[in-house]
Nanobody, 116 residues
Framework: EVQLVESGGGLVQPGGSLRLSCAASGFIFSKNDMSWVRQAPGKRLEWVSFINSDGGTTSYADSVKGRFTISRDNAKNTLYLQMNSLKPEDTAVYYC?????????WGQGTQVTVSP
């Protein structure tokens, strides 16, 4: 069974940092490109960041560029998102995402709340 399990969310003050993790199982993680996406209350799903299968290529939404860093550890089957200089507008549920074959696959999400 393909599984993605996010963790690391929480409540943080503006300017703070969090590191999200996504533990993958049930597929060959090292062969899959991965992404982080987020959904704020009442808003559409927003793509946040992408990393290719070997970690050599990354990209970011303009809204997080320079503040967030995506990375992966293929030996641990884990995807990460380091989030620095957090803003209230970063408040959302964060999901890791991949395509398993042709099937979009998501975790259950982890809540990030940025508030004084």
């Amino acid at each position: 069974e393909v599984q993605l399990v996010e963790s690391g969310g929480g409540l943080v003050q503006p300017g703070g940092s969090l590191r999200l993790s996504c533990a993958a199982s049930g597929f060959i993680f090292s062969k899959n490109d991965m992404s982080w996406v987020r959904q704020a209350p009442g808003k559409r799903l927003e793509w946040v960041s992408f990393i290719n299968s070997d970690g050599g290529t990354t990209s970011y939404a303009d809204s997080v560029k320079g503040r967030f860093t995506i990375s992966r550890d293929n030996a641990k089957n884990t995807l990460y998102l380091q989030m620095n200089s957090l803003k209230p507008e970063d408040t959302a549920v964060y999901y890791c995402y991949t395509l398993y074959g042709h099937t979009p696959t998501w975790g259950q999400g982890t809540q990030v709340t940025v508030s004084p």
